[in-house]
């Protein structure tokens, strides 16, 4: 195994009262994050006790981690609450650290993260449908949709007509990619849960390998031919009755254009690092190119154009 990432020799009882320890405090975190409405961006890092444990102590006791805390969070709130936490936060954390204990690849934790969290969400919204009868993804859409006619119906009361078509037409475009938002907010939820667990990991010297930079992000070499052969098999399935062809093309493009968005700007960064430019204003374009359209489109371009060439000279 590469160095720093075997699991911890302690013996059971070290394991289990540390296990034990972490839990319970990722179990307070997650409840101080329900009924306090303030903390509520900390569901957000649920995974990082449970990547944790599973990197210091082993699989096993991630998993009796996951189940304990599920059940303590039932108790505290609702069984649903419980049971989704566990499906969508801590099992993929276990997936995580128990990659992380094995892989070689600085980002393959992360993958394998992402591969877990999505097929739990189906799983979930799955269970949701048959045991409760509730339409998990039509309940996001319905609940977004009111947020945004609320928006929309303030802007068209202070005279803004073309402002609230605008807010009408991003409505449509958000109710067709829920799905895909969701694959990214995988993504991004296994990126920064496993980023945040190496560096807790490492102030506490249980981790002695390098925490991977987002500079070094790099997606696998065929991924631009890959990408590129779902796009058109998607496109070539615009005669089938049977697939919603506008929503599929929405996903998919949404999902492309984010993965390489990513590689773009790990590969802007890598550069920006090189250079000598001053690091505020280094930072300031670095928050530029995420929320400004145009540099972002920009950076999805480079992204995808380092799939194919290699700027950075980073992949094996």
């Known amino acids: 195994m590469p160095g720093g990432k075997k699991v911890i020799e302690r013996n059971s009882r070290q394991r289990l009262s540390e296990s034990a320890l972490i839990s319970a405090i990722g179990v307070i975190f997650i409840l101080a994050g329900t009924y306090i409405p303030l903390l509520?961006?900390?569901?957000?890092?649920?995974?990082?006790?449970?990547?944790?444990?599973?990197?210091?102590?082993?699989?096993?006791?991630?998993?009796?981690?996951?189940?304990?805390?599920?059940?303590?969070?039932?108790?505290?709130?609702?069984?649903?609450?419980?049971i989704t936490l566990a499906l969508l936060f801590f099992v993929p954390g276990v997936a995580i650290g128990y990659r992380g204990i094995l892989s070689k690849e600085p980002f393959g934790p992360v993958a394998w993260g992402f591969i877990t969290s999505i097929v739990l969400v189906m799983v979930y919204v799955k269970l949701m449908s048959l045991v409760l009868g509730v339409d998990i993804i039509e309940k996001a859409v319905q609940m977004f949709e009111q947020a945004?006619?609320?928006?929309?119906?303030?802007?068209s009361s202070l005279g803004q007509k073309q402002a609230a078509a605008d807010v009408g037409a991003l409505l449509e475009y958000m109710k067709l990619i829920i799905p895909?938002?969701?694959?990214?907010?995988?993504?991004?939820?296994?990126?920064?849960?496993?980023?945040l667990a190496l560096s807790i990991l490492k102030r506490t010297r249980g981790y002695s390998g390098n925490i991977p930079k987002l500079s070094e992000f790099t997606l696998p070499g065929n991924i631009a031919l890959g990408m590129l052969i779902i796009y058109f098999l998607t496109?070539?399935?615009?005669?089938?009755?049977?697939?919603?062809?506008e929503n599929l093309v929405a996903n998919i493009t949404f999902i492309i254009i984010f993965m390489f968005f990513i590689q773009g700007f790990a590969v802007t960064g890598y550069f920006l690092n090189k250079s000598k430019i001053n690091k505020v204003f280094r930072n300031l374009l670095l928050f530029m190119m995420i929320f400004f359209g145009p540099l972002s489109s920009i950076v999805s371009v480079v992204g995808f154009l380092d799939s194919i060439i290699d700027f950075r000279r980073i992949r094996k």
């Open 148 to 155: 945004v006619k609320m928006q929309g119906d303030m802007i």
């Open 235 to 245: 496109m070539s399935a615009k005669g089938l009755s049977w697939i919603n062809y």
């Open 40 to 82: 509520g961006l900390l569901t957000f890092f649920t995974a990082v006790p449970y990547i944790l444990i599973t990197m210091r102590n082993g699989l096993r006791y991630g998993v009796m981690a996951s189940v304990i805390s599920a059940a303590a969070v039932s108790m505290f709130t609702d069984p649903i609450y419980g």
């Open 180 to 195: 895909g938002a969701i694959v990214v907010q995988a993504m991004l939820m296994s990126f920064f849960n496993y980023y």
